[in-house]
């Protein structure tokens, strides 16, 4: 295997049908997914990577739906979590063949770790186990890598059995959107990777702004979402969409963002609210009664 063909989605946000979306605003996560699974018809794909966000309030009924939608994937397909996949859920739900909640894979030269970037938000139990915190409190925090995730990343990037290292995660690290970065969460990322030469790279999501950017000398690849997107410079809403990778033995990686234009999904301005929101004047849930406000 020279190259190693990758796509990957990421903040799928399915919901229970007839469900609302969270934060009051979304495109219909299903249909865009249905566009999505058309669009990479015909592509020739060793694996596909979810990075997380995987339902739209964590419950039980989404990843029903999530499961099911996977399982029309034509090949096997790995998963890591996000601010909206509650842990228990999470890790139960995706029990069918051939779509893994595995922490690493092996591929030729190639290592791929899964983080888990909502480890350092949860709280630990009576019984010394991690769960996440009590109500809503996860689904709009950002990174945050913790103690024992972020020993579990320093063992599994050395790249024992590899010569290079991939790292699949929900919250990129050092983000070029303020109001998803988080100086700690950074830190954390840049110690980390200080010693880990190994490390080629970053596939991320959570923004919701695809994006291509450079961390510590690496590159960090920005998936769409099926939710919703967004260009801040142009001021535009964008269709739901989808990266792929291409992974070369010797180390080389590359990455291209598709997006699925249709007119289901126009490319309209951005209404005063949402440019608020990426402006750091606004919170999600003031952005989320001014919505329910207008549609009440
Ligand atoms: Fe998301």
Redo the contacts with the bound molecule.
Sequence with gaps: MDVLRVAQLS?T?FLEPGGDPEGGHGYDTSAAFDAVLDDLVGQALDMIVVTG?IADHGAPGEYEVALAAFSRLACPVFLCP?N?DFDRPFRSSFTAPGIHTARQTNHGSWSFVYADSSSGNMAIDDSGRLRDPLGGERLHSNGSLGPSETDWLRAATVGHDADHVFVWVHHPPATDLAITRDAVYTSEWHTLIADRPKIRGFGG??T?VPSTYAFAGRPVFVAP?L?NNFDLEAGTWLPPGYRTYEFGSDGQLSSQLHLIDDERWPRRPLGRAIRSLFAGELSHSELAEIIARRSS
């Design positions: 903040d946000h966000d996000g909206h999501g959570h919701h979402s939710k």
